[in-house]
């Protein structure tokens, strides 16, 4: 790792510590050249494959972003939109796979989001699933009845 204050490209790790959420390390160095110590924050990246073949980092925010426009006017708090994108990144990053395909990241979604609330959930799944007709949401919303009912039995 190369020093920020006289460019030396070697440095030795004073301390590691993982970050509040675990997805990143937080190391603390000190150049073997001017002895002088800074913090380095590391992370695995994870790249999402859109459909059009380009590829971009992962990003919770753009998840987020997503998931509050489907939660629009309904009693979720942003606490909760919070723990759903750490529950999806974490859910993602334990695929194990340095790529993922942003169709998978849309389903990874979706169960925590009909957990969390349901009208939100069907807005979702009419953008994601790309609903053409009203039986579409017909058939969506007979499944979400029949999941309540097995859950309440």
Known sequence: MRCPFCRNDDSRVVDSRTTD?????RR????????????TLESASLIVVKRSG?????SRD?????????CQGRPVTEDDLALLAQR???????????????HDIGLAILGPLRELDEVAYLRFA???RAF??????????A????EREQHTT
Not at 21 to 25: E, N
Not at 28 to 39: A, E, N, S
Not at 143 to 146: S, Y
């Open 126 to 128: 009419s953008v994601y």
């Open 88 to 102: 999806v990144e974490e859910a993602v990053r334990q695929t194990g796979l340095a790529q993922i395909d942003a």
């Open 62 to 70: 753009k998840v987020l972003v997503g998931v509050r426009k489907a």
């Open 143 to 146: 499944l979400l009845r029949v």
């Open 28 to 39: 603390r160095r000190q150049c073997q050249d001017c002895d002088r110590r800074f913090t």
């Open 54 to 58: 380009a590829t971009e980092p992962f």
């Open 132 to 141: 053409d007709s009203l039986e579409d949401f017909e058939q969506a919303i």
């Open 21 to 25: 959420d675990g997805t990143a390390i």
